[in-house]
């Protein structure tokens, strides 16, 4: 998985709890990015980065935040889970070697998340 | 609004023989394709890429093939093997846009 790492990799909550997700990376990677993936929907992007402190919204943002505190570490939090957040969660990394070239992703072992 | 999908849901092959799994896509300023391979439990796994600047790229047993004239993306896997049995996802993007959007999947089963 490309020196990716996702922890924990399963997690049961009930609603109303905050939630902490952790990618870590080896590969010193620039990019990094939170999907969440569900049956009929692929994967839908959440937030990224592009760098330490650095970061922006994806397609389904709403309810989650992310930090970017070192190269290594993108942390995805749900504030308030909620049952439609139950999914599985990716994280991916690429390196752009600048903003203007392709952007190949390699993806960790995911996190399956269960909201009660 | 844009998409990306895939025309079969699932495929069955014989051990083998080869396989195809194709993709439609509507986005015409993509011009960057990833084909990724997802088993059961784990992550996506990424097979080959192509850029819209060409319209075939070949790798080991693989071979991604563009049409842009119809927006269409093909994965063609020869002498299908049990291990090949997964979902398998086309992305498409815009090379300077962080912004990947992937298809639904389509599950290859291989019978021996």
């Known amino acids: 998985d490309a020196g990716i790492t996702q922890s924990p990799r399963h997690k049961v909550t009930e609603t109303g709890t905050p939630v902490t997700l952790r990618c870590h990376q080896t590969?010193?990677?620039?990019?990094m990015y939170w999907y969440r993936q569900d049956p009929g929907h692929g994967l839908r992007l959440i937030h990224y980065?592009?760098?330490?402190?650095?970061?922006d919204k994806g397609e389904v943002s709403d309810g989650y935040s992310v930090s970017r505190s070192k190269t290594e570490d993108f942390l995805l939090t749900l504030e308030s889970a909620t049952s439609s957040q139950t999914s599985v969660y990716f994280c991916?990394?690429?390196?752009?070697?600048?903003?203007?070239?392709?952007?190949?992703?390699?993806f960790g072992p995911g996190t399956r998340l269960t909201v009660l | 609004g844009e998409s990306v999908g895939l025309h079969l849901p699932t495929l069955s092959v014989q051990e083998g023989d080869n396989s195809i799994i194709n993709c439609a896509y509507s986005?015409?300023?993509?011009?960057?394709f990833i084909w990724y391979k997802q088993e059961s439990g784990k992550g996506p796994q990424f097979i080959i890429d192509?850029?819209?600047?060409?319209d075939k790229r070949q790798g080991q047993r693989v071979t991604v093939l563009l049409n842009k004239t119809v927006k269409h993306l093909s994965l063609q896997i020869a002498a299908t093997q049990p291990g090949d049995s997964a979902v398998y996802f086309c992305?498409?993007?815009?090379?300077?846009?962080?912004?990947?959007?992937f298809g639904a999947g389509t599950r290859l089963t291989v019978k021996p």
């Open positions: 991916a990394i690429s390196e752009r070697h600048n903003d203007d070239s392709y952007n190949e992703q390699f």
């Open positions: 590969e010193n990677h620039r990019y």
């Open positions: 980065s592009y760098g330490v402190k650095d970061t």
């Open positions: 986005n015409s300023a993509s011009d960057y």
């Open positions: 192509i850029r819209s600047n060409m």
């Open positions: 992305a498409e993007n815009r090379h300077n846009n962080n912004d990947m959007r």
